[in-house]
């Protein structure tokens, strides 16, 4: 069996799918030599919410509920890519941190009981079920994986929740999939729709990454830094499902 392709072999090989999928949902540029051997990959890891399941949760208003308004004001002038709440409280004296939770907690559950299965999901899951592994990273709470199995009657192994610790944009609990199935980093992809948590934490570990952005929220200036510049850009878990098979050889 021929070596894995490095990442640089992907770039060649992306104007293949350019004939299907719009040029101007990838915010790179490309050589227009096609590749004949496709390269390996042996496992799909997804992010959850704002990939698997439609966004539901107001984050700007759970925000300012743990930050109050004049401090959310300050972090988010200071972070306009998007606030990292997990990570900013995790500093904070535990009876703080407990009511921060608590807030968080509550948003989350409210989401719960608005929660959908994103549009394609089940068919992209029911085509990785014959060609490969499938798992699951969230920063939510195991309580929401479990009615996300239950509602879309899909399962993922391992699915790992903010019980999970280091979470996203660390590299671990990637890492940890990629052990438990046995396989290399780069012999796996990380799907998501945040830049800073889904990309990142796939580029920390050395796999492949695609960009869910469903509303075109990311331009190139999003890109700047390279550890958030994924490999592919979509809009749909449709085109996810295409530029696997165009691009990839998916062995179980």
């Not at 590749?35 to 208003?61: C, E, N, Q, S, Y």
């Given at each position: 069996m021929p070596s894995l392709l490095s990442k640089s072999f992907l770039f060649i090989h992306l104007p293949i799918l350019q004939s299907t999928i719009p040029k101007s949902r990838f915010p790179f540029s490309h050589s227009t030599m096609a590749?004949?051997?496709?390269?390996?990959?042996?496992?799909?890891?997804?992010?959850?919410?704002?990939?698997?399941?439609?966004?539901?949760?107001?984050?700007?208003?759970m925000y300012k509920a743990v930050l109050g308004e004049v401090e959310y004001s300050r972090i988010k002038a200071e972070n306009p890519s998007g606030i990292d709440i997990l990570h900013h409280i995790e500093n904070w004296n535990p009876d703080k941190q407990r009511k921060a939770y608590e807030i968080i907690l509550d948003y989350e559950r409210q989401g719960l009981d608005r929660l959908q299965i994103m549009p394609g999901a089940v068919e992209l899951c029911g085509f990785l079920d014959s060609k490969q592994l499938r798992g699951l990273i969230t920063r939510n709470v195991k309580e929401a994986v479990d009615l996300f199995h239950l509602r879309s009657g899909v399962m993922f192994s391992p699915a790992l929740s903010r019980e999970f610790r280091p979470y996203k944009p660390d590299p671990s609990p990637l890492l940890h999939i990629c052990s438990t199935w046995e396989v290399q980093p780069n012999e796996v992809m990380m799907v998501g729709d945040s830049l800073k948590d889904d990309v990142v934490c796939g580029k920390r570990a050395g796999a492949f990454t695609c960009l869910l952005d469903e509303k075109g929220r990311y331009g190139s200036t999003d890109f700047a830094n390279s550890e958030a510049e994924p490999d592919f850009k979509v809009s749909s878990l449709s085109e996810v499902h295409s530029l696997l098979e165009m691009n990839f050889d998916l062995i179980p």
């Open positions: 590749l004949t051997t496709k390269t390996r990959l042996r496992g799909v890891v997804f992010d959850m919410d704002g990939t698997l399941t439609v966004p539901v949760i107001d984050f700007t208003a």
